[in-house]
Every structure is written in C-alpha cells, then in structure tokens.
C-alpha cells in the first residue's frame, strides 16, 4: 500500500516591479464578441469576473476563451505524468519516494505528486503514440468538468519497455529520475528511465481519488489551462494581477506567468472555461453514436473511433485552417454522434472542415466530406441539404438554432472520395441557453 502523503507545487515565481496587463490574442466570450487585452481577473461580489482593456467587466463563466500572446509552445521535457482527471504535467522526473513523485516542469516549476493519483507516466514517447497507449489501458476519460475519470481501471501497475512487446504486471515501488523500482521483476535494480516507454498504473477507488484528487467546488467556474511546456491543468482561478495567475489545483496553489517578464517569456498559451453559461459537446456523452466504413473495408475502432478534444486518427489537437481548437469531435467518416438535449439550449455553434492533418497525409487522393445536422430527427434548415467540405479549404462556421428541441444528431457522410482521409472536426461545437 502506498503511504499517503500531502501534494504540493513548489513554484518560484518573483513579483513583477509595476503592474502590467497581460496582452491577450483573444477574449471570446458566449455572445461571439471577442476583446483584445485582459487587466485582470478578480472575485466580485461573490462572482469571477474578467476586466477587459476596453473597460468591460464579463463574468468568467460567461467566457470561453482566453488566448495569450505572450506565450509560445516551448521545450515540454522528456517525460509526462498523467493524472487520473486527465490532467498533464510535462518535464523531467526528479526525486522520488515510495509515495510520490517530483517532476520540474517548464511552466509550473517542480510538482510533487502522490502516485495515488497518478494514471499513467510516459518516457520519450511520441504524442500519437502517447494516445495510443492512453486508450488502449486507460480508456476514454469521461465525467462532469473537472472530476473526469478514465474508463479502464487496470487491476495491475504495467510497465511498458522500449525494447520488448510485453508488458510486465507488478508494483511500482518509486519512479525518479534513478529509473523504476517496479518488483517482483526489477525488485534490486531500478530500470533506467531511458529504457521505459510507460508506467500505468493501478485504478483506484473512486472514494480515494474524490480524495486526493477532488473536483472544484459545486458552482465554481472551472478552468483548463494549457501551458507553454504542454502541461494542461484544470481548476478555479483565485486572480490574475501583474501578469501571474494563480490557479486553486487539486494539487496545491499553482501560479503561471502570462507576460513576459525580465525576458522570460509568458507560461500560458490559453485559458479555457469548462462550465459556463454553455456546454462543449464534447463534454457530453452522446445517446448513440454510429460509425462505419464501406462495405468491404477493414476498421479498427481504436484507430478510427469519434475522439474528443483530439484529431481522429493521431489523437492530436483539432486543426482547421491552421487553427488549433481546445475543444470540439474530431470523427472519420461515415460517423453519426446523437445527443439528448432537452429543450434546454437555443444555438449549436460550431466550426467544421476536414482537418489539417488529412490535407498533409493527402498525396493522389484528397478527402472530400458531408457534414449534416439534424435536429429532432429533420435536417436543420440552415444548411438543409448538408454541407460538402474538401482537404485544403477553409473551415466553416455554422450557427444552428436548437431552440426548445430534444435532440440533436451530428453526422459526417462520404462526399466523392469514400471514407478515403475522411478526417473531419466538428471543432469548438458548443451549445449555448
């Protein structure tokens, strides 16, 4: 059994000498306006409130987007520990015990991390195939924002080598930047870092997790941030001021830099809000899905199965005209998602094309699409005969109205190329009350 110790991020981040505010890409908000400079983000009268350099006071769950531009993807690390919330935390393995782990991130200084709530850890391993083996033994993550939970509980801790197909079934007795203790099989000995692909760990106990690893607060407005070292953490925000947010984690008080400062640059590529006053579709489960390839095809369900948050097929972020999205169903076609939605929303909002990554695969074929939308069962008027869309052109955006209906149905057809890189995004689909 694994001690139980106390999770903490130890950061050493020096205070700015005046104050500045952070310069923003993008504030976009639900109405689809968007500003261009955050001053801060404080508690009001018991509510988040972003203050805009236009003079504007918006509410954070009435936000969807804050993109930062003083920041820019840097160095992530050699190694990667996912959390059992689905949160990433990328650097290098430092110190460890038989009850935590240290990794020095980029962006988030060094976190200590107890191994109870540890869902897998990744060694110099490729991001497509980092997603690969997240399926494969942890399943899709699923669950309200913020206390997401995988699907797959293994009964064993695995440990996955570079140089061997097997996996081996034990115990993890510590991981650090020495190697893996992982008995019975490599009890004396740890095993170099550099010799591991992955470490997955044991399921735990929902009880146990609710515990170490709580979800926000109910009403909380929930955030996810994602970092310049690709670390992605979720959690409420307490203030951003003088260019340094602090974010109240499962792990500890966890502050980032958003501007630059003393020539170092910002740690926060964006913030993006969970549960505001709309819901992602891909924090939804669907009420059926229907997939398929011609007749005659062969189709792995892994490989090609709808994904959330992530490209179809490389399990990397949704791309649409060189555009990153957050969020959003990346789906091959043929692919019908249904959802319940209860007379409660009144807009679909949604940005569709074939993704980015179809067009750099595309060689002698290029990927042509149908995207449909059905609401109550009868095609929305707004793009009544489907919408057809091609490698290389540029994305969408579709606005539906949904208004008192109780279901929607998002399909993806063959247009003139089968299913041949048919690598399509309903990307940033959103419902909005």
């Known amino acids: 059994m694994r001690r139980s110790t106390l999770v903490a991020a130890a950061l050493a981040m020096a205070s700015l000498a005046s104050p500045r505010a952070s310069r923003a890409d993008e504030v976009r908000d639900v109405s689809g306006r968007s500003e261009e400079q955050v001053v801060s983000i404080s508690q009001e009268k018991g509510l988040t409130v972003v203050k805009t350099g236009s003079g504007r006071t918006i509410p954070l769950d009435k936000v969807k987007e804050i993109s930062f531009d003083d920041a820019a993807p840097g160095e992530r690390g050699s190694s990667t520990i996912v959390l059992a919330n689905g949160d990433v935390l990328r650097g290098e393995i430092g110190a460890g015990t038989e009850s935590a782990v240290e990794i020095d991130t980029p962006s988030l200084g060094k976190v200590k991390v107890d191994l109870d709530v540890i869902a897998a850890v990744f060694h110099d391993v490729a991001a497509e195939k980092e997603h690969k083996l997240v399926l494969k033994h942890l399943g899709k993550l699923g669950g309200a924002p913020g206390g997401e939970r995988f699907a797959l509980k293994p009964n064993k801790d695995l440990l996955l080598l570079k140089s061997a197909d097997a996996k081996t079934a034990g115990s993890v007795r510590t991981i650090s930047r020495k190697g893996v203790v992982f008995p019975p099989t490599f009890e004396k000995t740890p095993v170099p870092l550099s010799q591991v692909e992955a470490v997955i760990f044991t399921g735990q106990a929902q009880k146990m997790l609710d515990e170490k690893l709580p979800a926000p607060a109910a009403g909380k407005t929930i955030v996810r941030l994602r970092c310049a070292d690709g670390s992605v953490v979720t959690g409420t925000v307490s203030k951003l001021v003088n260019g340094k947010l602090e974010l109240h984690h499962a792990l500890g008080e966890l502050t980032l830099p958003t501007s630059e400062r003393k020539e170092v640059p910002g740690q926060l590529l964006t913030l993006l809000v969970e549960n505001g006053a709309f819901t992602y579709l891909s924090d939804l489960v669907p009420t059926k899905v229907a997939e398929s390839f011609p007749e005659g095809f062969d189709r792995d369900a892994?490989?090609?199965?709808?994904?959330?948050?992530?490209?179809?097929?490389?399990?990397?972020?949704?791309?649409?005209?060189?555009?990153?999205?957050?969020?959003?169903?990346?789906?091959?076609?043929?692919?019908?998602?249904?959802?319940?939605?209860?007379?409660?929303?009144?807009?679909?909002?949604?940005?569709?094309?074939?993704?980015?990554?179809?067009?750099?695969?595309?060689?002698?074929?290029?990927?042509?699409?149908?995207?449909?939308?059905?609401?109550?069962?009868?095609?929305?008027?707004?793009?009544?005969?489907?919408?057809?869309?091609?490698?290389?052109?540029?994305?969408?955006?579709?606005?539906?109205?949904?208004?008192?209906?109780?279901?929607?149905?998002?399909?993806?057809?063959?247009?003139?190329?089968?299913?041949?890189?048919?690598?399509?995004?309903?990307?940033?689909?959103?419902?909005?009350?």
């Open 302 to 433: 892994q490989i090609f199965g709808w994904k959330r948050d992530a490209e179809v097929v490389s399990g990397e972020p949704l791309s649409l005209g060189r555009r990153t999205f957050e969020k959003g169903l990346g789906v091959h076609t043929q692919c019908s998602l249904t959802y319940d939605l209860r007379g409660a929303w009144s807009k679909l909002r949604v940005t569709v094309g074939v993704d980015d990554q179809a067009s750099r695969a595309a060689s002698a074929h290029a990927a042509s699409v149908v995207f449909r939308v059905l609401v109550d069962g009868k095609p929305a008027k707004e793009i009544a005969a489907g919408l057809t869309k091609r490698t290389g052109e540029a994305p969408t955006d579709l606005e539906i109205k949904v208004e008192g209906a109780k279901s929607l149905e998002l399909v993806v057809d063959y247009a003139d190329s089968l299913h041949i890189l048919g690598r399509a995004d309903w990307a940033d689909a959103h419902l909005v009350k």
